[in-house]
């Protein structure tokens, strides 16, 4: 029998664990548009601005996981209708639903849903 979590990962994702240092993950959710530089990719730490107010400066945080309320979290993982979990000094910060989600490198882009 296939777990929930097994599911969510076989849908379209982003790992940003797996990505290369000075990538970018571009995200809209149903509030906000997020980009993300990642800076320390195994620790999942990444420089984030967004449009909504708290974030319009850029911060370094820690991308924690893809959140599928009440119980279900994939560490690391972007995914389509997952909330964002995202860590930062001062406390935790949680997105509205992925809308959408891109990948961009030096000289290459990737729309992944």
Known sequence: ??????????????????????????VETARHVYEMKIVLPHAGLLEITSSDPPLHA???????????????????????????????RNGYYTSAPVVTAEVQGAHWHFTVF
Not at 5 to 26: C, H, M, Q, S, W
């Open 58 to 88: 850029p911060t370094v945080g820690q991308f924690v996981s893809g959140r599928c309320p009440p119980d279900c979290d994939l560490e690391g993982w972007i995914g389509k209708g997952l909330l964002m979990l995202i860590r930062f």
């Open 1 to 26: 029998m296939t777990t929930l979590v097994e599911k969510l990962r076989a849908e379209p994702g982003i790992d940003v664990r797996r990505l290369k240092v000075d990538t970018y993950v571009f």
